[in-house]
């Protein structure tokens, strides 16, 4: 995804303009007045656009977003079931817990950072067009987790990834959490950790 072809939107209304009216300043006047609109509200907000949104590698939390909802990802972590039984309240309905400061949130953000979204939205992607073999699996498990961390093919459905010690948990739990292995349906996962 850091291959991005370059693009050039740039334009200049005035050049169209014949010789002929050079000196109408009325003229040109409203054909800069367009084109500083034009500056503005389309070629600014196309630059804007593909550095926030299109470009996973500058996106910010906007175009994560986005990319969210296009890759089907959820960064957000369900709240838990309310319980429903031994609950001290006031009233027959206990209406003050569940109606008050100490009701249940919707849902949060996992607190994962901005580059560790931006690493699951480019794995995620990936693994949709890559190849499951097992040396994409490990080319993914070296990226994702470190060069030392490799997967081995078991030959009965299942794939272990022994993670190496100097692996940040975070990582790790991106990459179980948000499935980024390109695996085929069926193949068993196995996480061994080196001591």
């Known amino acids: 995804m850091s291959n991005i072809q370059d693009y050039n939107i740039s334009f200049d209304l ?107 939205v480019k794995s995620k992607y990936q693994s949709y067009f890559a190849p499951s073999s097992i040396a994409e699996i490990n080319r993914v498990v070296k990226h994702v987790l470190s060069e030392s961390s490799y997967a081995v093919d078991n030959l009965n459905m299942s794939i272990t990834v022994n993670i190496a010690n100097d692996v940040d948990p975070h990582r790790f739990n991106a990459m179980k959490d948000y499935d980024l292995l390109p695996v085929n349906a069926g193949v068993s996962v196995n996480y061994i950790f080196d001591l």
């Open 14 to 120: 005035l050049q169209n303009l014949k010789w002929e009216y050079d000196k109408a300043k009325h003229l040109k006047k409203i054909v800069q007045n367009k084109q500083d609109n034009a500056q503005k509200y389309v070629i600014d907000f196309i630059n804007s656009f593909y550095d926030d949104v299109y470009n996973v590698d500058t996106a910010n939390d906007f175009g994560l977003r986005i990319w969210e909802l296009i890759l089907n990802i959820n960064f957000t972590v369900k709240p838990p079931p309310p319980r429903t039984n031994n609950i001290f309240g006031f009233g027959a309905f206990n209406s003050n817990f569940f109606n008050s400061n100490f009701a249940p949130s919707l849902g949060e953000d996992t607190s994962l950072s901005k580059e560790l979204k931006r690493l699951v």
